[in-house]
Each structure stands twice: as structure tokens, then as C-alpha cells.
């Protein structure tokens, strides 16, 4: 096949697409779909392409779940955010790494989410500034009870 041929081959364009974006990180199944569309590629060889990577083990939501959980939970992000971030890249399922941590793991990470950000001083009476700090870890997605071990949290607690 001649050089303008394969450029013009729709099919062609769609694997070194996927291809290219799957070399510089993992992705889901809908990521990878979006962004063939956005190069506006047909939708049947986009579903073409992304079967034959699936069958080949090139494309896993599965392990792209499972990585992206992992390093989530690394930059200090609860299970409510990182659930829902998997959510809008297409993945329905939990990933296994996020089923293993313990609910006092997570109040642990979400000590330390606070202790990064604001340190792990008395908030008795300075009601302002707990509503503050919970409203942090909220946004970082824990729970309401994770936000609670956190906030009486003080520096020898772990």
C-alpha cells in the first residue's frame, strides 16, 4: 500500500491514532473512543479498532482502573472522588486496589490529606475554619466519617 494510501485509509488512521495515545499512557475504552471521534473517525472502525486492541490486551479498563486508582490514591484523594473520576472516563466497575483499602486507611490518608494542606492543629472553638478544612476534604472525596477522624486529628494520632 502506497504512502498517501494508508493516510487515506480510515482504519489505518484509527490504529496509529490509538496506537500513539495508548504509548504515552493507559486509557479506558472511553476515553480512546472520544478521542478518535474528536479526529473524526466513523464509529464502526473506531469499535473495530478498539476490539481488536481489547483482544490483544493493548486496551484494559480493567488495569487502566486500577492504575489510575493507585495514583490517585497516591496524590491524597478519597474513594468518593477517585469512584466518581472513574465514572467519567467510562469505567462502571471498582478497581480492585481501591476495595482493599480499609475504611481506617482511608481515615489515615485523609489525616494526611489535612496535615499536608493545613497541619493538624486543635480546632475546638474555631468552627470557620473546620467547616473550612471539611469542605477541603470533601472536595478531595472522602467521606463525611473520614472528614471527622481527620478534623480531631493531632499530630500523634498516627
Same mark, same amino acid.
Given at each position: 500500500?502506497?504512502? @498517501?494510501?494508508?493516510?487515506?485509509?480510515?482504519?489505518?488512521?484509527?490504529? *496509529?491514532?490509538?496506537?500513539?495515545?495508548?504509548?504515552?499512557?493507559?486509557? *479506558?475504552?472511553?476515553?480512546?473512543?472520544?478521542?478518535?471521534?474528536?479526529?473524526?473517525?466513523?464509529? @464502526?472502525?473506531?469499535?473495530?479498532?478498539? @476490539?481488536?486492541?481489547?483482544?490483544?490486551?493493548?486496551?484494559?479498563?480493567?488495569?487502566? !482502573?486500577?492504575?489510575?486508582?493507585?495514583?490517585?490514591? &497516591?496524590?491524597?484523594?478519597?474513594?468518593?472522588?477517585?469512584?466518581? &473520576?472513574?465514572?467519567?472516563?467510562?469505567?462502571?466497575?471498582? #478497581?480492585?486496589?481501591? *476495595?482493599?483499602?480499609?475504611?481506617?486507611?482511608?481515615?489515615?490518608?485523609?489525616?494526611?490529606?489535612?496535615?499536608?494542606?493545613?497541619?493538624?492543629?486543635?480546632?475546638?472553638? @474555631?468552627? #470557620?475554619?473546620?467547616?473550612?478544612?471539611?469542605?477541603?476534604?470533601?472536595?478531595?472525596?472522602? +467521606? !463525611? *466519617?473520614?472528614?471527622?477522624?481527620?478534623?480531631? +486529628?493531632?499530630?500523634?494520632?498516627?
Amino acid at each position: 500500500m502506497a504512502k @498517501d494510501q494508508k493516510h487515506a485509509d480510515p482504519e489505518y488512521l484509527a490504529r *496509529s491514532a490509538a496506537l500513539r495515545l495508548l504509548a504515552r499512557r493507559e486509557h *479506558s475504552r472511553y476515553e480512546l473512543t472520544l478521542k478518535l471521534r474528536q479526529r473524526h473517525l466513523e464509529t @464502526d472502525v473506531i469499535e473495530s479498532v478498539l @476490539d481488536d486492541y481489547e483482544r490483544e490486551g493493548w486496551l484494559d479498563d480493567d488495569r487502566f !482502573a486500577d492504575i489510575y486508582a493507585r495514583q490517585r490514591i &497516591e496524590a491524597g484523594y478519597g474513594p468518593l472522588r477517585i469512584l466518581a &473520576e472513574l465514572q467519567q472516563r467510562g469505567v462502571k466497575e471498582v #478497581p480492585v486496589c481501591l *476495595s482493599l483499602v480499609t475504611e481506617d486507611e482511608w481515615c489515615q490518608k485523609a489525616a494526611r490529606a489535612r496535615e499536608k494542606r493545613f497541619g493538624l492543629g486543635r480546632l475546638d472553638g @474555631d468552627l #470557620p475554619e473546620k467547616a473550612r478544612q471539611a469542605r477541603f476534604l470533601a472536595r478531595r472525596g472522602f +467521606s !463525611a *466519617s473520614h472528614s471527622e477522624y481527620a478534623l480531631v +486529628s493531632l499530630p500523634d494520632a498516627f
